[in-house]
C-alpha cells in the first residue's frame, strides 16, 4: 500500500463518487488517498483495520478462508464498494482476504474519525447498511453457488465476474490454475478438464495464463445467471 499525496487527484475521485452525499462539508474531512499493485494482498483475515476504505478505481477479489488451510472466492467488487464496514460496526479485526486484482486506488477515513464524528450522520449511516445487505446478498448468492453448482457453471460464472468490455478475463494473469480451482472448490485437474472443454466446444480461448470469451451467451447460459459480484 502507498499514499498517494495528490490532492487534484483526490479532489476528482471524491467528487466523481459524490462523496459530498455521505459527507457534508468534505474539506473537514481527513480523506487519505491510497494506491495498491494488482496482485497486492490489501487485508489479511485477523487484522485490526484503523481506517474504512472507498474503493474509488481497480478490481478487487475476497476470499474466505476455510478448515483445510485453502479459501473459497466470495465476491469480486467494483467502485463503489466500501471495504471494512462490518469491522467497523461489530468492532472485530478484518473477516475476510481482501487482494486486488488490478492497480487500484482506495479513499480511506479513519475509524476514528468517524466514530466521533459521524455516528449521527444519517447519510453516511443508511450508505453503510446498503453495503452490509449488499455482502450479505452476494455472500448468500456465492454460498449456493459453491455447495450447489456444477465446477462447469462455478468456472463461467467465475470467468464473466472477472472479464473486461474486450472479453478478456483478467484475473488469470495474476492466479494459477491451481489457485483458481482451490477457489472454486475443486481440483486443478477437474478445473483444466473443464477448461479444455470449453477450448473444444469454442466458448472460450486459451493462451498461456490468459483466457479470452468468444462466445459468451454460451457461457451465460452455463453460468444460469449466477455471478461472484
Known amino acids: 500500500m502507498k499514499i498517494v499525496k495528490n490532492d487534484q487527484l483526490l479532489h476528482e475521485k471524491l ?6 452525499t455521505i459527507f457534508p462539508q468534505l474539506e473537514k474531512h481527513p480523506f487519505i488517498l491510497q494506491s495498491f ?11 485490526d483495520m484503523t481506517a474504512l476504505l472507498y474503493l474509488v478505481e481497480g478490481t478487487i477479489k475476497v476470499t474466505a478462508s476455510v478448515g ?17 464496514d462490518i469491522e467497523f460496526i461489530r468492532h472485530v479485526p478484518v473477516q475476510s482476504q481482501i487482494t486486488a ?32 445487505t449488499y455482502k450479505l446478498q ?20 467465475y470467468l464473466l465476474s472477472v472479464t473486461d468490455s474486450e472479453h478478456f478475463a483478467y ?25 479444455k472443454q470449453l477450448v473444444e466446444q ?11 470469451i468468444l462466445n459468451k451467451e454460451a457461457l451465460e447460459d452455463l453460468s444460469q445467471g449466477a455471478r461472484y459480484e
Open 68 to 84: 483445510n488451510g485453502k479459501s473459497l472466492l466470495l465476491r469480486f467488487n467494483h467502485p463503489f464498494a466500501v471495504i471494512g
Open 37 to 47: 499493485e494488482a496482485g497486492e494482498i490489501m487485508l489479511d483475515e485477523g487484522v
Open 138 to 157: 452476494t455472500n448468500t448468492t456465492a454460498s449456493r453457488v459453491n455447495l450447489l453448482s456444477s465446477v462447469d457453471q462455478r468456472f463461467a460464472s
Open 15 to 20: 467528487m466523481a463518487y459524490h462523496f459530498d
Open 101 to 132: 486484482v488490478t492497480d487500484c486506488l482506495c479513499i480511506a477515513v479513519s475509524f476514528e474519525y468517524l466514530r466521533r464524528f459521524e455516528m449521527n450522520n444519517a447519510a453516511f449511516l443508511k450508505s453503510l447498511l446498503q453495503q452490509v
Open 202 to 212: 469454442k466458448i472460450i480461448e486459451k493462451k498461456r495464463r490468459s483466457i479470452h
Open 171 to 195: 484475473e488469470m494473469q495474476y492466479a494459477s490454475i491451481s489457485e483458481i480451482a482451490d477457489l472454486l472448490g475443486t481440483t486443478h485437474r477437474h478445473l483444466n478438464r473443464v477448461i
